[in-house]
C-alpha cells in the first residue's frame, strides 16, 4: 500500500466558522482536518477575515476563544500560502471571495470548500474542484475508503 496522499484544501469564512462552532457537515471538515486528512490552506487575507467573523457579537466568543480556535486548531496544521497576487477581479458580483480562488490557485489546492454560490457556480477554478461542504464529505468518505 502507497503513502496516503493529503488532500489539500481552502475553505471559506462561513463554512469554517461553522465548523469551528457547531456541529454538522462543516463539524466533519473539521475533524478531517484534526484528523490530518486534509491539509488547510490559508493566507493572511483568509485569516483575517476568519477573525473578522469569529468576532461578531452574534458569537459570543471571548478574545481567548478566538486565539484558541485560531493559534490551537487552525494555524498549527495549516499551511501558508504566500505570494499571492491579483491583477483582475475574477468574481465580479463578490471580489471579496476571489482570495479563496488565489489561494486554492497558488497553493494547489485539491478542493475549495464553500457554500457561497459565487464559488461552487464555478466548478472549477484553475484546477482545483470547488465544492459545497456535502460534496467534499462525500468525495472524501469515498477516497478514504479506495485508501483501505
Same mark, same amino acid.
Given at each position: 500500500?502507497?503513502?496516503?496522499?493529503?488532500?489539500?484544501? *481552502? *475553505? &471559506?469564512?462561513? *463554512?469554517?466558522? $461553522?465548523?469551528?462552532?457547531?456541529?454538522?457537515?462543516?463539524?466533519?471538515?473539521?475533524? =478531517?482536518?484534526?484528523?490530518? #486528512?486534509? +491539509?488547510?490552506?490559508?493566507?493572511?487575507?483568509?485569516?483575517?477575515?476568519?477573525?473578522?467573523?469569529? %468576532?461578531?457579537?452574534?458569537?459570543?466568543? /471571548?478574545? #481567548? &476563544?478566538?486565539? @484558541?480556535?485560531?493559534?490551537?486548531?487552525?494555524?498549527?496544521? $495549516?499551511?501558508?500560502?504566500?505570494?499571492?497576487? +491579483?491583477? &483582475?477581479?475574477?468574481? =465580479? +458580483?463578490?471580489?471579496?471571495?476571489?482570495?479563496?480562488?488565489?489561494? %486554492? %490557485?497558488?497553493?494547489? =489546492?485539491? @478542493?475549495?470548500?464553500?457554500? #457561497? /454560490?459565487?464559488?461552487? $457556480?464555478?466548478?472549477?477554478? +484553475?484546477? /482545483?474542484?470547488? *465544492?459545497?461542504?456535502?460534496?467534499?464529505?462525500?468525495?472524501?468518505?469515498?477516497?478514504? =475508503?479506495?485508501?483501505?
Amino acid at each position: 500500500m502507497g503513502k496516503k496522499k493529503i488532500i489539500r484544501i *481552502v *475553505v &471559506d469564512t462561513n *463554512v469554517i466558522v $461553522s465548523g469551528l462552532l457547531f456541529d454538522g457537515i462543516p463539524g466533519k471538515i473539521i475533524e =478531517a482536518f484534526k484528523r490530518n #486528512d486534509v +491539509q488547510l490552506l490559508i493566507t493572511s487575507d483568509i485569516v483575517n477575515e476568519y477573525i473578522k467573523v469569529l %468576532s461578531y457579537p452574534k458569537f459570543e466568543l /471571548t478574545e #481567548d &476563544d478566538i486565539n @484558541y480556535l485560531l493559534y490551537r486548531i487552525l494555524l498549527p496544521r $495549516s499551511k501558508i500560502v504566500s505570494n499571492v497576487t +491579483q491583477e &483582475d477581479v475574477i468574481i =465580479a +458580483q463578490d471580489p471579496s471571495d476571489d482570495k479563496f480562488l488565489l489561494c %486554492s %490557485s497558488e497553493g494547489m =489546492a485539491d @478542493y475549495l470548500i464553500s457554500g #457561497d /454560490t459565487h464559488l461552487t $457556480s464555478l466548478g472549477k477554478f +484553475q484546477g /482545483t474542484i470547488i *465544492v459545497t461542504p456535502a460534496e467534499f464529505i462525500k468525495k472524501l468518505g469515498s477516497y478514504n =475508503a479506495r485508501m483501505l
